[in-house]
Structure formats: C-alpha cells, structure tokens
C-alpha cells in the first residue's frame, strides 16, 4: 500500500461546478498536510495547509480527518483556471534526521467551459 | 515571497558527461531537496539537506551526489549522465522540519540526457 494515495482522475467537470478530491495516508503518526497545485509544465506551488480544524481560502475549502486518515480539498464555484494537478503532501516522523515528506502522484482536475 | 531559482530551465547533455544543477534560495532555509518528476511516478526524492555540508540520501540517490557548501545554495551532481537521468528536476527548500513548514519549489529544469 501506498504511503500516500490519491485518486489520479482525471476529475472533468463543468465551470462553475463544486468538486472534491480525498488523499489517504498510511501512517497514524504523520504531522502536517498540504495541497500543492501543478500546472503542465510547471513547478508544484503550495495552495494550502491542512489545519486540524479545517481551514478554508476562498472558494477552497482543505479538512483533515485523523481518525479515517485522509485530507480532502473542496474547490466551489469552479474557474477554468482551476485546472491542473493537485498534490496532497504528508509529512510524518523520519528517522534518524528529519521529517519524511510524502508527495502523493496528484489528481488531475480539467474545468470545461 | 520565497525564491528558489534554479540555474537552468532546459539543459541538454550527452551520455557520461558530468552534469550540475544549480539550485539557490534567498528565504535563509535551512532545508533544502532535490527531485525528479517522471511521467506516472511523481515526484520522488533524491537528496536532500539540513544545514551546510549536510546531506542525506533520498528514496533514489543512485547516480547522483550533491553539494551543500553555503546555506543558500545544493548542487545536484549526475556524476556519469545516462539516459535514464533524463527528467524534470525540481529543487524546493524549506524552513526546519521541527515547524514542518511547506516546501517551496524552482521552476524546474529538463534535463535531456542524449
């Protein structure tokens, strides 16, 4: 199993539309979350943190579920320019040094016109 | 805002040369890491640091070695380029992980290794 899985998509959905994404984590100990964005081509660029309480920007909405090990990213009201990769990031203790940083393979999410 | 730059966007080079990837922050982190993006795979880590003249390996070290010598800046090394080095490498860097503070990431470079 996979440390951090995501569902691949592709998520295709009309603008203006709501659509969610989940991200699962393997291990019960691990310590911060983050949605990162990726455009084609481009470097990943940190969208949001993940906070216990859940925390919203925007039309974007991260929540954080421990006891079901998973993140999910709420996106409303969907713009054309909300296309793109979304990474969901988990950090859980390392080793002897520091803490593991887990990218998950991302959901690609296209918005038709 | 943070800024990682890395030195080339493209770069393309021929089997068993030795290649540098230069990778500079102006955000004071102490972390900082290398990746590669492979089609299907990912970002899957190759080395990364902690502090000057620190390293440790990643999930795929093989191949590759790196340079800490100033705070500010990791080197990534392909010592005997091949083929299959041929990826997008991303360089990101971060503040301690005790704060597990996110990481922020260069614009990548695309190495074409021929």
């Known amino acids: 199993r996979k440390e951090v899985e995501q569902d691949p998509g592709p998520f295709n959905v009309p603008e203006g539309a709501t659509v969610a994404f989940n991200c699962t984590y393997s291990n019960s100990a691990s310590q911060s979350f983050f949605w990162y964005r990726q455009d084609c081509r481009k470097e990943p660029k940190l969208l949001m943190s993940?906070?216990?309480s859940g925390n919203e920007d925007g039309r974007f909405t991260a929540q954080l579920n421990r006891a079901s090990q998973y993140i999910s990213l709420l996106i409303r009201d969907s713009k054309l320019s909300d296309s793109a990769t979304y990474l969901c990031v988990v950090t859980t203790p390392g080793g002897s040094s520091a803490s593991k940083i887990i990218f998950g393979s991302g959901t690609r999410l296209s918005i038709r016109p | 805002d943070v800024k990682v730059t890395q030195s080339s966007r493209y770069l393309v080079k021929r089997t068993g040369e030795k290649v540098f990837l230069e990778c500079v922050q102006d955000m004071d982190h102490e972390n900082m890491f290398w990746y590669r993006q492979d089609p299907g795979l990912g970002l899957r880590l190759i080395y990364f640091s902690y502090d000057v003249k620190m390293k440790e390996k990643g999930d795929i070290p093989e191949g590759y070695s790196v340079s800490r010598e100033k705070k500010e800046r990791f080197s990534l090394i392909l010592e005997s380029a091949s083929t299959n080095q041929t990826s997008m490498y991303l360089c990101?860097?971060?503040?301690?992980?005790?704060?597990?503070?996110?990481?922020?990431f260069g614009d990548g470079t695309r190495l074409s290794i021929l």
């Open positions: 990101a860097s971060s503040y301690v992980q005790g704060n597990n503070q996110p990481q922020h």
């Open positions: 993940v906070y216990s």
